[in-house]
T-cell receptor, first 114, second 111 residues
């Protein structure tokens, strides 16, 4: 079975632009979470979605938004990009939204802001 | 105080030795704990989950949890050069909502 798939793999943007990142979960998984990972740090939680509803939000500005579609895929949008948004953006899926459900990560989208 | 703390390393062990990786967390209400392995330039890969006090073994990996001491560890037996990676400890701080990661421990296995 296919794992979590993310697109695009790499992206280069300039300050002030907007970006949309996409994620398809493992088949049968209904929960998707988004994380940001900067070099030398662990991933930082941005959002969790389950059954198209937001179930959790991390300490990120309103420039970050996300949604989940009926097929459980998800998009992460970031507006008014800043240099500090340069990072690896990771999508993780799990069967459900419960805390005992292990999350499995995709390969990530590496976003560079010039 | 950081929510999840790990020694950044690098931790260097000879091939065939036991590698011991440690993690402490601040939220006493945490119920689920995970270890991920991340190779350079790659995404995190789940290797162990543990929910109850005690030991959980899976092949060469053993996870240990002590909720009273707010401590979780990962032992890697018979370490191989291919185990060289960053090991991330992750804790569910808010039930079902938020996985909080430590900064990771770099492990180097020397042949």
């Amino acid at each position: 079975d296919a794992g979590v798939t993310q697109s695009p793999t790499h992206l280069i943007k300039t300050r002030g632009q907007q970006v949309t990142l996409r994620c398809s979960p493992i088949s049968g998984h209904k929960s998707v979470s988004w994380y940001q990972q900067v070099l030398g740090q662990g991933p930082q939680f941005i959002f969790q979605y389950y059954e198209k509803e937001e179930r959790g939000r991390g300490n990120f500005p309103d420039r970050f938004s996300a949604r989940q579609f009926p097929n459980y895929s998800s998009e992460l949008n970031v507006n008014a990009l800043l240099l500090g948004d340069s990072a690896l953006y990771l999508c993780a899926s799990s069967l459900g939204a419960g805390g005992y459900q292990p999350q499995h990560f995709g390969d990530g989208t590496r976003l560079s802001i010039l | 105080q950081k929510e999840v703390e790990q020694n950044s390393g690098p931790l260097s062990v000879p091939e065939g030795a036991i590698a011991s990786l440690n993690c402490t967390y601040s939220d006493r209400g945490s119920q689920s704990f995970f270890w991920y392995r991340q190779y350079s330039g790659k995404s995190p890969e789940l290797i162990m989950s543990i929910y109850s006090n005690g030991d959980k073994e899976d092949g060469r990996f053993t996870a240990q949890l002590n909720k009273a001491s707010q401590y979780v560890s990962l032992l890697i037996r018979d370490s191989q050069p291919s185990d060289s990676a960053t090991y991330l400890c992750a804790v569910n701080i808010e039930y079902g909502n938020k996985l909080v990661f430590g900064a990771g421990t770099i492990l180097r296995v020397k042949s």
